[in-house]
């Protein structure tokens, strides 16, 4: 067989204004704070600095130790705490502590063993403190260590250097502590602090081999500002296009020079693309023509603009039909298949331009058809290709593959065959990963069996073969779940009908696995419901199977729909993000006209920022001519 003629397509920020708790104002006047201050506006010149007012004087070597990740944190400077304003992920891996646990504190909350105590430890060294605290109501740089304290407990070195960030008039807006953190091996019980920074300087001291002479780096270049010498080409390329989306945009708050790279088109672009990976970006090319990509990765990560709208497209789709699928292929909506009159299966191809100036449906002419079905998979691969999975059809079910080029002059539907090929089912679930490999996965026998079996088919070989996943563990058998890719290879199962004993209930557990890893895993996720604050509720989506699940850009999935026990809305969205240590579920209040359905097999998801529900007006009849959309990034024609 010749191979399938298709590859795999390869904020600006603002400044939060976050007041600190009650408690940490109270704990000022102890002066316990890694920052914290006066409270005074000054204007200060860095020691040794000559001048430019843009410029941090950083040393070469304190932002590069070849051994160990660097720590950030800026604090704004107008408030007389200090209150963190960002922090980046080094910070968050070796403190346990998120992000949205620190932002709005002082730092000083590192000096206590506890969370819930209301002082520093005993073996924080008092005489540091101060100098802290001097430093900063004079408004100079500090370097030096000082013990702090993991979430857990465990007790840490920080090897802290702050420096002040001016504006153009020379005052304080800023201040940027560069923290290296290494493990205090020390007995908190009986050692005294004397003790504790003997053992730290021991450790930094192998570290002072990497550098010339053996000098560590912070006694080196005193007054030369290291990572401001580097050229903007490298500044942008090297580091700033490194960073994630959210840490461009904070970062960019450091100095005015810094603030242009990240204010750039072409450095935000590369920003998305590393993080979110070439086929996304590709994808979201069309939506940064006017919004730009600064604001399109602001609006994906704060979900500030998401909203519902409801309108209407000509055409129709004949015969009527239910249990169809539809997936979008670039901006184009296409639906095959379904159950029509006394359960008839379906073969034909609908399409529907969405770049059209009046969309309307229209039917494919094809050249050959698939063998009807309904209860199947329709899924894109490369912007025009379409590939079907399973089903039932006349004679039962189907375990069969076809292909299908939409860009074709001619438009054939070709079957694709090749090694043991999964049992026939129907209502399973199938995704795309890495752009042209095919995932499929439970579904249903026709002896009405649950399948918890997972198998990979890559279409891009000259002959495909299918490939089952052998893992120790799989979820319990389902259908009628979902599963959201991320990170090119991770896979996100979320509900279904699944099995529970000798029962069948529907689920709203998760699980995940790596197809990337030598030896893939499924792990249930223990995800949280989020215990935040505003419109953000402490509740976990319901129960529920046949729901949309919808993978965003930036690797989180929001829920919403399906069939749901109770009262429960089906319009309701739930948003998590499976990468994090604890995911946790958050609910999104949406304005607009929600759907009153939505169904997982019959939504499409345009461009990463549309998502296109059908049939969403009446659970029995399906009106395919009104569309409703999920906006997670405002409409490309909207006011600047």
């Not at 130790?65 to 007389?80: C, E, K, R």
């Not at 345009?606 to 409703?628: A, I, M, P, Q, Y």
Request: proline share 6%; hydrophobic share 35%; net charge neutral.
């Amino acid at each position: 067989m010749k191979p399938l003629p298709f590859r795999a397509q390869r904020k600006e920020h603002t400044n939060r204004k976050i007041m600190t708790s009650k408690k940490d104002k109270e704990e000022e006047e102890e002066g316990e704070g890694v920052i914290q201050g006066s409270g005074k506006r000054q204007k200060c010149s860095f020691e040794g600095g000559g001048g430019d007012d843009t410029e941090l004087s950083l040393k070469p070597g304190l932002l590069f130790y070849p051994t160990t990740p660097t720590s950030f944190v800026v604090a704004d400077a107008f408030d007389p705490d200090y209150p963190i304003i960002y922090v980046n992920k080094v910070f968050e891996i070796f403190t346990g502590y998120r992000a949205d646990e620190v932002l709005g504190r002082n730092c000083r909350f590192l000096q206590y063993r506890d969370p819930r105590a209301q002082r520093r430890h005993p073996l924080v060294d008092p005489v540091v403190v101060s100098e802290i605290r001097r430093c900063l109501e004079e408004g100079i740089e500090f370097q030096g260590e000082l013990l702090n304290f993991k979430k857990d407990g465990t007790p840490l070195v920080n090897r802290l250097r702050l420096a002040p960030i001016r504006d153009d008039d020379g005052t304080i807006t800023h201040i940027i502590g560069i923290q290296i953190f290494s493990e205090a091996k020390i007995d908190l019980n009986r050692v005294s602090y004397p003790v504790f920074k003997e053992n730290c300087n021991q450790q930094y001291d192998q570290s002072a081999q990497y550098f010339s002479g053996g000098h560590s780096p912070l006694s080196q270049h005193q007054d030369i500002c290291g990572i401001l010498q580097l050229s903007d080409e490298v500044l942008a390329h090297n580091i700033l296009s490194r960073l994630t989306p959210r840490d461009v945009a904070s970062i960019g708050s450091v100095c005015r020079r810094i603030r242009q790279l990240t204010k750039n088109e072409h450095v935000r672009k590369m920003v998305c693309q590393n993080a979110w990976g070439r086929e996304v970006t590709g994808a979201l090319e069309l939506m940064t023509k006017k919004l730009g990509w600064g604001r399109l990765a602001r609006e994906l990560t704060t979900l500030e603009a998401v909203c519902w709208r409801k309108f209407t497209v000509r055409g129709a789709v004949e015969p009527s039909r239910c249990n169809f699928s539809a997936c979008a292929a670039g901006n184009r909506l296409v639906l095959f298949g379904g159950e029509g009159v006394n359960m008839q299966p379906m073969d034909d191809t609908f399409v529907l331009n969405l770049d059209a100036a009046n969309p309307e449906w229209r039917r494919v002419s094809v050249k050959s058809s698939p063998p009807g079905r309904w209860g199947h998979t329709l899924s894109s691969l490369n912007g025009s290709w379409l590939v079907v999975f399973g089903g039932c059809g006349r004679q039962g079910l189907l375990n069969d593959v076809f292909v299908l080029d939409l860009d074709a002059k001619q438009p054939t539907w070709i079957e694709v065959s090749g090694g043991a090929p999964p049992l026939p089912r129907s209502w399973h679930s199938s995704c795309i990963i890495e752009g042209s490999k095919l995932v499929v996965s439970g579904g249903c026998t026709d002896a009405g069996v649950l399948l918890s079996d997972t198998y990979l088919l890559d279409l891009t070989t000259d002959k495909p073969m299918w490939r089952e996943i052998p893992t120790s563990w799989s979820p319990p058998s389902r259908l009628g779940h979902s599963l959201s890719v991320y990170g090119r290879t991770k896979i996100l199962m979320f509900g279904g009908l699944a099995k529970s004993g000798h029962l069948r209930l529907r689920s709203g557990e998760s699980y995940n696995i790596d197809l990337g890893d030598e030896e893939p895993q499924w792990k249930q996720l223990e995800c949280n419901a989020f215990t935040g604050v505003g419109s953000q509720s402490a509740v976990a989506p319901p129960p529920r199977l046949d729901h949309v699940a919808v993978s965003m850009p930036c690797g989180r999935i929001i829920i919403f729909g399906g069939s749901i026990a109770g009262l429960h809305s089906p319009s309701q969205l739930f948003l998590l993000d499976p990468s994090e240590e604890k995911p946790s579920w958050r609910i999104l209040n949406v304005p607009g006209q929600p759907p009153k359905f939505a169904w997982g097999h019959s939504t499409c998801v345009v461009g990463g920022t549309r998502v296109l529900v059908l049939g969403g007006h009446t659970g029995e009849e399906w009106v395919l001519n009104e569309l409703h959309e999920l906006c997670l990034a405002s409409k490309q024609d909207s006011d600047q």
